[in-house]
Antibody
Framework: QLQLQESGPGLVKPSETLSLTCIVS??????????WGWIRQPPGRGLEWIGS???????YSNVSLKRRVTISLDTSKNQFSLNLTSVTAADTAVYFC????????????WGQGMLVTVSS | QSALTQPASVSGSPGQSITFSCSGT?????????VSWYQQHPGKAPKLIIY???HRPSGVSNRFSGSKSGNTASLTISGLQAEDEADYYC???????????FGSGTEVTVL
C-alpha cells in the first residue's frame, strides 16, 4: 500500500529556509506514470499548489512563490524534498506531499500533513 | 486568492441531494477535462473523490458524482449522510504559469 509521510522541523525562523522531506513507501518514485508534489494549507484557509517533480528530475513550481521553491528527488532513498527560502509568517501552513498521476487530475494519496510555523 | 471560485458553504438534510459549483475560466476548467474534487475532514488530509471530471476512485461512494460544462464544474452528493460533513475542494490544470489551481473550498453541513 502506497504511503507518503512528511518530515522536517515544525518551526522555522523568518528569513530562513523551510526544508521538508516526503518519504514514500509501497511504490517507487522512479515511475514515469507519476509526479510527486507539495501542497500547503494556511490555518483556516484553502489549498495552494507549491510544485511538483517528475521522475526525470524535471520540476515545476507555482510562480506566485517567486522562485523561492526548489523540489528535488532522492531515488536512492525513495523520497523527495521541498526547500522554500526566505520564509515569512505568511508561509505558516500545513504542508502536504502527494502523488499526482500524469495525464490526469488525480492527486492521491496524500501524506497526513505537517504544520510548519514561521516564527522567531 | 484562489483561482477557482466555490460557494463558501452549502447545507442539506440527511437523504437530500446537494450540488455545488466550481467556477473558473477558459484557461483552466474551460481548457481541460482535468478537474478533480477532494473531501477534507477537520485535521485530516484531503481525499480524492472525483478525478477527470466524473471518475470515482475505487472505494469512493457512488453517491458522489461530478460534471462539467464550459468553465464550471459541479459536484453532487446524493443521499446526504452525516459523514459527508466536510470541506470540499476542486482542482484543475491551468494554462497559466501556475499549472495547478485549487478552489476556495466549500463547507458542507448536514442539518
Amino acid at each position: 500500500q502506497l504511503q507518503l509521510q512528511e518530515s522536517g522541523p515544525g518551526l522555522v525562523k523568518p528569513s530562513e529556509t523551510l526544508s521538508l522531506t516526503c518519504i514514500v513507501s509501497g511504490a517507487s518514485i522512479s515511475s514515469s506514470n507519476y509526479y510527486w508534489g507539495w501542497i500547503r494549507q494556511p490555518p483556516g484557509r484553502g489549498l495552494e499548489w507549491i510544485g511538483s517533480i517528475f521522475y526525470s528530475g524535471t520540476s515545476y513550481s507555482n510562480v506566485s512563490l517567486k522562485r523561492r521553491v526548489t523540489i528535488s528527488l532522492d531515488t536512492s532513498k525513495n523520497q523527495f524534498s521541498l526547500n522554500l527560502t526566505s520564509v515569512t509568517a505568511a508561509d505558516t501552513a500545513v504542508y502536504f506531499c502527494a502523488r499526482h498521476v500524469t495525464h490526469s487530475s488525480s492527486w492521491t494519496p496524500w501524506g497526513q500533513g505537517m504544520l510548519v510555523t514561521v516564527s522567531s | 486568492q484562489s483561482a477557482l471560485t466555490q460557494p463558501a458553504s452549502v447545507s442539506g438534510s440527511p437523504g437530500q441531494s446537494i450540488t455545488f459549483s466550481c467556477s473558473g475560466t477558459s484557461s483552466d476548467l474551460g481548457a481541460y477535462d482535468y478537474v478533480s474534487w477532494y473531501q477534507q475532514h477537520p485535521g485530516k488530509a484531503p481525499k480524492l473523490i472525483i478525478y477527470d471530471v466524473r471518475h470515482r476512485p475505487s472505494g469512493v461512494s457512488n453517491r458522489f458524482s461530478g460534471s462539467k460544462s464550459g468553465n464550471t464544474a459541479s459536484l453532487t452528493i446524493s443521499g446526504l449522510q452525516a459523514e459527508d460533513e466536510a470541506d470540499y475542494y476542486c482542482s484543475s490544470y491551468t494554462t497559466s504559469n501556475t499549472l495547478v489551481v485549487f478552489g476556495s473550498g466549500t463547507e458542507v453541513t448536514v442539518l
